[in-house]
């Protein structure tokens, strides 16, 4: 079974910095990988995603994300953090091979200060 | 563009009562429905997948019980009963498992269910 992690419930990001969300990811065959925003009283809204091809997906607002399959990981990243961003960051993980069940990581919570 | 129209967006549930939630699907580009819940402390857990009309499905998870249909192609519903703690459902939906790029669910706006 699939399984996600991602270590930091909480990051706090200047305003102009960038700025890194780490997930890694427990699957034995071929994954496919998601990012997804999820703003105060709302639903989630999908990033980016990943299927095998090239490891650095580029997804809305000036995300990117980079799959490491000798690490396991699917890292987000930007380059410069808006007030905006302020929202909780959820990996997610899908088996590549068919099969419909996706596993959230448990999200981490972006905080900008100005 | 909304692909998912869920009903009610908040709900206050009397203890020991049920409640039934509804979602529309509105582009038949991704046919398969799912629900996920997401608890007090946002956490989300998967709990069904319905492709096809007539389908079914129950599961008890702490906190709740669940029932849910895929009534038609364009329609999936789900009873929630015994509900001891709040929490939000999801309704999503995405392309066709074994095919394409479209796999990432898709969510709704949610239905919040909170204890009386």
């Known amino acids: 079974a699939q399984s996600v992690t991602q270590p930091d419930a909480r990051v706090t990001v200047s305003e102009g910095a960038s700025l890194q969300l780490r997930c890694k990811y427990s699957?034995?065959?071929?994954?496919?990988l998601f990012w997804y925003v999820q703003y105060p009283r709302q639903g989630l809204q999908l990033l980016l995603k990943y299927y095998p091809g090239d490891p650095v997906v580029q997804g809305v607002n000036g995300f990117e994300a980079e799959f490491s399959k000798s690490n396991s990981s699917f890292h987000l990243r930007k380059a410069s953090v808006h007030w905006s961003d302020w929202a909780v960051y959820f990996c997610a993980v899908k088996p590549g091979t068919g099969g419909y069940k996706v596993v959230f990581g448990s999200g981490t919570r972006l905080l900008v200060s100005p | 563009v909304t692909l998912l129209e869920q009903n009610p967006r908040w709900r206050l549930v009397p203890r020991g009562q049920a409640v039934n939630l509804r979602c529309i699907l509105k582009?038949?580009?991704?046919?398969?429905m799912s629900w996920y819940q997401q608890d007090l402390q946002k956490q989300l857990q998967w709990l069904f997948t319905?492709?096809?009309?007539?389908?079914?499905?129950v599961k008890s998870l702490p906190g709740a019980d669940y029932l849910a249909t895929r009534v038609t192609d364009t329609e999936l519903r789900l009873q929630v009963a015994n509900m001891s703690q709040g929490r939000t459902l999801y309704c999503t939906c995405?392309?066709?498992?074994?095919?394409?790029?479209?796999?990432?669910?898709?969510f709704g706006e949610g239905t919040r269910l909170s204890v009386l």
């Open positions: 699957y034995f065959g071929t994954p496919y």
């Open positions: 319905l492709r096809s009309p007539g389908d079914k499905e």
């Open positions: 995405s392309a066709d498992p074994g095919q394409g790029n479209n796999q990432a669910p898709l």
């Open positions: 582009n038949s580009q991704y046919p398969w």
